[in-house]
Every structure is written in C-alpha cells, then in structure tokens.
C-alpha cells in the first residue's frame, strides 16, 4: 500500500503539535515523558521534531494525558490558522 504524501498543511500541523508537546514537557526528560505515556522515547523525539507528524490518536491522547494537556487544547493549538505557539499564552 502506498501511503498518499502529507499536504503542506498537514506537515505544518505535524510540526506545531512537536513544538507544542517539547514545550509542555519542559525540563521533563524525553525518557520520562515517554515512559509515563507508554511509548517510545525515539517515537516521542519523532513527534516532536515533525518527523512523524500525523501520530495515531492514542498516542497524542497518552502524550496529552502524561503532560497535563487537555486534547481540546491541543486541537484549538494545531488547528490551521492556531493563534500563538505557546502553551502558557
């Protein structure tokens, strides 16, 4: 099967979800992060750097559950025309 390439809108959207998570983690390690979301560290160190920018629901929900995010926030955050990057805005 042949995956249809992202739009440059999804690549961005991707992107501004990295951006997002890196920052709600802090000065949290990655390793800590992952392990309290249960993935991978090198599949969070992907999400983060928008190489995996289209991640399965799950794995956001756990991501957004071991930050302390609501998905409501993250979805208003990576939505095309999102204001701001910063979480604390």
């Known amino acids: 099967m042949v995956r249809t390439p992202l739009t440059p809108e999804e690549r ?3 992107e501004r979800l990295g951006r997002l998570l890196r920052e709600a983690r ?4 990655m390793a800590e992060v992952a392990a309290r979301a ?5 599949t969070l160190r992907k999400i983060e750097t928008g190489r995996a920018p289209t991640p399965a629901f799950f794995t956001v929900a ?14 208003v955050r990576c939505a095309p025309g999102a ?7």
């Not at 802090?26 to 390690?29: E, I, Y």
């Not at 991501?63 to 998905?71: D, E, F, I, P, V």
């Open 38 to 42: 249960g993935i991978s560290a090198e």
């Open 62 to 75: 756990a991501l957004a559950g071991a930050l302390g995010l609501s998905m409501d926030e993250l979805v």
């Open 26 to 29: 802090g000065g949290r390690s």
């Open 83 to 89: 204001p701001g990057e910063s979480i604390a805005a």
């Open 12 to 14: 961005e959207r991707g």
